[in-house]
């Protein structure tokens, strides 16, 4: 059974930073690209960052690149989203996704189309 279970989401002020943090089980996490989406209230889901199965390719939301850093450790089957400089505009729940590939080491997926698995969310809010 494949389970993605989001986690660290929570309150926080405007300037905080924050590390969340998806367990995964169930699948070949080691050969998965992974992601991250949010979607705010009102809005669509969209997507965060991703990371190749090798952890040596990242990709970002072009108006994010610099405050939000994906990372992963294949020995723990965990994929992590560390957002610095919160706003309250980041205010949303944060999903994590996976596809497993045989793609290339370094091949990423930015839409959300890509994805097969994904994982019931974390609520972040940022107070102004």
């Known amino acids: 059974q494949v389970q993605l279970v989001e986690s660290g989401g929570g309150l926080v002020q405007a300037g905080d930073s924050l590390r969340l943090s998806c367990a995964a089980s169930?699948?070949?996490?080691?050969?998965?690209?992974m992601g991250w989406f949010r979607q705010a209230p009102g809005k669509r889901r969209e997507f965060v960052a991703t990371i190749s199965w090798s952890g040596g390719a990242t990709d970002y939301l072009d108006s994010e690149k610099g405050r939000f850093t994906i990372s992963r450790d294949n020995a723990k089957n965990t994929v992590y989203l560390q957002i610095d400089s919160l706003k309250p505009e980041d205010t949303a729940v944060y999903f994590c996704?996976?596809?497993?590939?045989?793609?290339?080491?370094?091949?990423?997926?930015?839409?959300?189309?890509?994805?097969?698995?994904w994982g019931q969310g974390t609520q972040v809010t940022v107070s102004s």
């Open positions: 996704a996976a596809e497993p590939t045989l793609s290339s080491f370094s091949a990423r997926k930015t839409s959300r189309g890509e994805y097969t698995y």
């Open positions: 169930g699948f070949t996490f080691g050969r998965s690209v």
